[in-house]
Each structure stands twice: as C-alpha cells, then as structure tokens.
T-cell receptor, first 111, second 115 residues
Framework: EPEVTQTPSHQVTQMGQEVILRCVPI?????FYWYRQILGQKVEFLVS????????KSEIFDDQFSVERPDGSNFTLKIRSTKLEDSAMYFC?????????FGQGTRLTVV | QQPVQSPQAVILREGEDAVINCSSS?????VHWYRQKHGEAPVFLMI?????EQKGHEKISASFNEKKQQSSLYLTASQLSYSGTYFC????????????????FGKGTLLTVNP
C-alpha cells in the first residue's frame, strides 16, 4: 500500500536553530498538508499546498514557517529560529480524493 | 472553530459498545473520523459527506446529521484493537474544484478497551 514517509522520525534541536522536516507524499497525490500535534493535544492544521504554492494556512503558520516542494517529490517544512513551544509531532499528509494519508510524523524537540 | 467531541474519555470492557459524538457550531460539508494510537499517526476510518449518511467499517459505523451539525461514531462489540484516541475532523465549506480542504480536528476522545 502506498504511504507517506517522513524523515527524520525524531529531531532534537537547540532553540534558535533552523530545522527542515521532510516528507515524501504518495506519488500521484496533488494536495499536501502539514499538521502539528503538541503532546497530549489535538492535531492542528498548519498549511495546505497545491500546484507549488500555499493554498491555505492557519494562524500558527507565521513567518517562522515555510514550505517547499524543491524537487517534485519531497515536501518540506522549514522552521526558522525554533522556539521551545515548537516542540511537537509534525505530521505530513497528502490527498488525491477525500481521504488524507498521514505520515508517521517527526517528533521535534526544541531544547 | 474546532468541533466539540464528547465524551473526553471512555473505558470499556471488551465486547461493550460506545458512542462518540462530534458537533460543530458551523454548517458542515463533511465529517471525517480518525483513530490515533499512542505515538502513531492518525489513521483514516471514514468520511461522511451527506446529511443523514451512515457508513460502516467492520463493527465501527458513523452517522452524520447535517441539519444538527453533528456526527456520531458507533463502536460495537469493542475489541482490544479499538483502543486509541478518536478524532473527528470537520470540513465546513466546500472548495470549488479539486479536493483541497482543511480539516479542523476536535480534541479527541480517548477510548480504552480492557480485557
């Protein structure tokens, strides 16, 4: 079964550093998403991406965040100057129809 | 606005039934149900697109009352594997063309099934 893959599975970074979270969506999918889940809390929408541009973003997705599809297969989330409160699980998802397929997530720990 | 789920948590013995509710203050286009095991990604269970629609997946089914802006997830004869956090996700507007959407998740309902 096709799956969304995310790397790394866990990243620890110092406050103020930049991180790039990587995702490889399912190959024929056209819509890509990033979600965040702070430990013990609900899954929160960050951004959706279609046709090489952001189609919608939440209030969480401020100038600190950016997304890119650099090579037609990877879909990246960059967090500049990380803060302690950025510590969370970050899930990538892709869709072709109505069903969203989630990756296994990257656990980001900012220390 | 995020949908409201109830109850927050429920503990069952294997074989018992449970109902998880999801309601929204906004008009809903669709309701999605996901289950998340601890430390894992949410897994899609089902989507309900029409008012009054009911769907089933094994012994898990759901209904969607578009007028009441509510959906309920029914777990019948629960199994140990049903344990996890159940999230409803709502899509409150229909996007023109394509299937781009933003899911807004509720806070989740923690279901624990004990032997």
């Amino acid at each position: 079964e096709p799956e969304v893959t995310q790397t790394p599975s866990h990243q620890v970074t110092q406050m103020g550093q930049e991180v790039i979270l990587r995702c490889v969506p399912i190959s024929n999918h056209l819509y890509f998403y990033w979600y965040r889940q702070i430990l013990g809390q609900k899954v929160e929408f960050l951004v959706s991406f279609y046709n090489n541009e952001i189609s919608e973003k939440s209030e969480i997705f401020d100038d600190q965040f950016s997304v890119e599809r650099p090579d037609g297969s990877n879909f990246t989330l960059k967090i500049r100057s990380t803060k302690l409160e950025d510590s969370a699980m970050y899930f990538c998802a892709s869709t072709q129809g109505s069903q969203a397929f989630f990756g296994q997530g990257t656990r980001l720990t900012v220390v | 606005q995020q949908p409201v789920q109830s109850p927050q948590a429920v503990i069952l013995r294997e074989g018992e039934d449970a109902v998880i509710n999801c309601s929204s203050s906004k008009a809903l286009y669709s309701v999605h149900w996901y289950r998340q095991k601890h430390g894992e990604a949410p897994v899609f269970l089902m989507i309900l697109l029409k008012g009054g629609e009911q769907k089933g997946h094994e012994k898990i089914s759901a209904s969607f009352n578009e007028k009441k802006q509510q959906s309920s997830l029914y777990l019948t004869a629960s199994q140990l594997s049903y344990s996890g956090t159940y999230f409803c996700g709502t899509e409150s507007k229909m996007n023109s063309g394509g299937s781009n959407y933003k899911l807004t998740f509720g806070k989740g309902t923690l279901l624990t099934v004990n032997p």
